[in-house]
């Protein structure tokens, strides 16, 4: 999953998608209404929508946008340094930094470890083969024995 900026940046993009829309739907369905004291335009090309079907879309639309900014909202309050001050954050990132570091001892004395039990298993290896082979070769011959 994304980090919580990575998020806010796509929530925000979203975001405007949605007013780009919203905007593209009233410019292209919305009814002519006169001004005072004009008649009422018409346009036999425009896609005009009901008033109701209008309407509606209008009310999902901007549900979607107040959910959008809520998302929004609850991501910006959840970033670090909402409500901490700069003593706190660089108290934290100091903490932070202190476990980096035992971490990475750690893992350096689990890296020796490792090459010190591969070296032993290699060593265990060689002398494993090395026995096989000192098996199977043949005995030495003795001068008391007979040839063929």
Known sequence: MADRLTQLQICLDQMMEQFCATLNYIDKNHDFEPARGEEKMTDLQANIASKEEFENTMDEL??????????????????????????????????????????????????????????????????????????????????HEEGP
Do not use: C, W, Y
């Open 62 to 143: 901007s549900t979607d946008l107040i959910l959008k900014t809520r998302q929004i909202t609850k991501l910006i309050d959840s970033l670090p340094g909402v409500d901490v001050s700069a003593e706190e954050q660089m108290h934290r990132i100091e903490s932070l930094q202190n476990q980096l570091v035992k971490m990475e001892d750690r893992k350096i004395e689990a890296i020796k470890e490792k090459e010190e039990l591969q070296r032993k298993v290699e060593e265990m290896i060689f002398d494993f083969t090395v026995g096989i082979a000192n098996a199977r070769k043949p005995a030495p011959r003795s001068d």
